[in-house]
């Protein structure tokens, strides 16, 4: 095992070829402040810089232990030399040094062996969960590994996300029945909204089937009734769904402009449809979606995603030194001509101006009885027009 020069030089200073008998307290250098502390070791600040200070190696992340054993690191990158953290109210840090090469490798190759996810020259990226984490591991020209683990959080209730009056109205509008698109920069929060509002939906309507259809296993959902397809062409996957699953409900993991398509056949066909997509900008994304959609069609025009995506959430996303904040920015709901806003910068619309848009009968039963039960399980008062 390879240790930082933090624990190296500990061991130096005290003039000892091994860890053995070393007390913490000798470990870490004099005037550092302790980032991080658990079983696996420590993360300090010190003279400027972050610094590992390991107890154990792990099994699989080796000397990275008090990294990946802290509950408070959300995202870990690593390379080669070159470790950066996301870690709950700090912020970003960078720790430089490790893992070594040699380490990086082990760690991929550790992983592969516990997941059997693969990687090489001919598929040189994968994605698996091992733990508590999702990992990504990445083959670049020249043989340079790289890893992404992202910490897999239980899935929050919605009205955690969201205030709860949102948290009925998006309920409702994917039950209307509708196309729902999260929109956002990496790492907005669209995956964890969209998996909380599914949930809601499978743990209230247990009848459901959903239909899960990914690229790779990515979506986490452990309650209600599911069913998975894996598929490198999303469009073939929703086909397959559609012909032989028979949902009720679809789930399109993360969408990329040409997989447009994915999304508007299970749309024609009256099924509640969910995904999300990378965009800074609702008025972007429509743009872009409707370029996809014309080079499909060979017709439209810059609005034409408008007549196939109902509703558009927009996620935000705001990284300051002190961690990364995210929320829903805005709802839109299209009526096929132009976007009228459900939710925006922290106003909704009246009872009133939300239920006209909505049919008499939803997916589940009828419009009145389902807003009343919907509101009601989220502790709510529904304000009948002309009040």
Same mark, same amino acid.
Do not use: C
């Given at each position: 095992?390879?240790?930082?020069?933090?624990?190296?030089?500990?061991?130096?200073?005290?003039?000892?070829?091994?860890?053995?008998?070393?007390?913490?307290?000798?470990?870490?250098?004099?005037?550092?402040?302790?980032?991080?502390?658990?079983?696996?070791?420590?993360?300090?600040?010190?003279?400027?810089?972050?610094?590992?200070?390991?107890?154990?190696?792990?099994?699989?992340?080796?000397?990275?232990?008090?990294?990946?054993?802290?509950?408070?690191?959300?995202?870990?990158?690593?390379?080669?030399?070159?470790?950066?953290?996301?870690?709950?109210?700090?912020?970003?840090?960078?720790?430089?040094?490790?893992?070594?090469?040699?380490?990086?490798?082990?760690?991929?190759?550790?992983?592969?062996?516990?997941?059997?996810?693969?990687?090489?020259?001919?598929?040189?990226?994968?994605?698996?969960?091992?733990?508590?984490?999702?990992?990504?591991?990445?083959?670049?020209?020249?043989?340079?590994?790289?890893?992404?683990?992202?910490?897999?959080?239980?899935?929050?209730?919605?009205?955690?996300?969201?205030?709860?009056?949102?948290?009925?109205?998006?309920?409702?509008?994917?039950?209307?029945?509708?196309?729902?698109?999260?929109?956002?920069?990496?790492?907005?929060?669209?995956?964890?909204?969209?998996?909380?509002?599914?949930?809601?939906?499978?743990?209230?309507?247990?009848?459901?089937?959903?239909?899960?259809?990914?690229?790779?296993?990515?979506?986490?959902?452990?309650?209600? =009734?599911?069913? =998975?397809?894996?598929?490198?062409?999303?469009?073939?996957?929703?086909?397959?769904?559609?012909?032989?699953?028979?949902?009720?409900?679809?789930?399109?993991?993360?969408?990329?402009?040409?997989?447009? =398509?994915?999304?508007?056949?299970?749309?024609?066909?009256?099924?509640?449809?969910?995904?999300?997509?990378?965009?800074?900008?609702?008025?972007?994304?429509?743009?872009?979606?409707?370029?996809?959609?014309?080079?499909?069609?060979?017709?439209?025009?810059?609005?034409?995603?408008?007549?196939?995506?109902?509703?558009?959430?927009?996620?935000?996303?705001?990284?300051?030194?002190?961690?990364?904040?995210?929320?829903?920015?805005?709802?839109?709901?299209?009526?096929?001509?132009?976007?009228?806003?459900?939710?925006?910068?922290?106003?909704?619309?009246?009872?009133?101006?939300?239920?006209?848009?909505?049919?008499?009968?939803?997916?589940?039963?009828?419009?009145?009885?389902?807003?009343?039960?919907?509101?009601?399980?989220?502790?709510?008062?529904?304000?009948?027009?002309?009040?």
């Amino acid at each position: 095992m390879r240790l930082p020069k933090v624990f190296s030089r500990s061991r130096k200073e005290k003039g000892e070829d091994r860890a053995d008998g070393v007390s913490v307290s000798e470990l870490i250098p004099k005037g550092s402040r302790i980032v991080l502390k658990n079983p696996g070791g420590f993360l300090v600040s010190f003279n400027g810089h972050v610094e590992l200070v390991p107890l154990k190696e792990h099994e699989v992340w080796g000397s990275l232990s008090p990294l990946f054993m802290a509950q408070e690191v959300e995202e870990l990158w690593l390379f080669e030399g070159k470790t950066i953290a996301s870690i709950k109210g700090v912020g970003r840090v960078s720790i430089e040094g490790v893992p070594l090469p040699e380490e990086l490798e082990n760690i991929v190759v550790k992983i592969i062996a516990a997941t059997g996810v693969r990687v090489d020259m001919r598929h040189p990226r994968g994605v698996a969960d091992l733990g508590e984490w999702r990992v990504s591991l990445q083959l670049s020209t020249g043989g340079r590994l790289q890893v992404v683990a992202t910490r897999l959080a239980q899935v929050p209730a919605l009205a955690d996300l969201v205030d709860p009056l949102v948290a009925a109205r998006l309920l409702l509008l994917l039950l209307r029945p509708s196309v729902v698109v999260i929109l956002g920069p990496p790492g907005a929060g669209k995956s964890t909204l969209l998996n909380s509002l599914v949930r809601e939906v499978a743990v209230r309507y247990p009848f459901l089937h959903i239909a899960v259809v990914e690229k790779y296993r990515e979506l986490v959902f452990r309650d209600g =009734w599911f069913s =998975w397809i894996v598929s490198e062409n999303l469009v073939d996957g929703v086909r397959f769904a559609m012909r032989y699953y028979r949902p009720d409900v679809l789930v399109v993991g993360e969408i990329m402009a040409e997989d447009v =398509w994915s999304i508007v056949e299970p749309g024609r066909a009256g099924l509640p449809t969910i995904t999300t997509f990378h965009s800074p900008t609702t008025r972007k994304a429509v743009k872009v979606l409707s370029d996809a959609l014309r080079a499909n069609l060979g017709y439209g025009d810059e609005n034409s995603a408008l007549h196939y995506v109902d509703v558009f959430v927009q996620m935000r996303k705001k990284v300051t030194p002190g961690g990364v904040e995210r929320g829903v920015e805005s709802v839109f709901l299209s009526d096929g001509q132009r976007l009228v806003p459900i939710y925006a910068e922290g106003n909704l619309v009246s009872d009133e101006e939300f239920l006209k848009a909505m049919p008499d009968q939803l997916y589940v039963g009828s419009l009145e009885q389902t807003v009343v039960e919907v509101y009601s399980s989220f502790g709510l008062k529904q304000r009948r027009q002309g009040t």
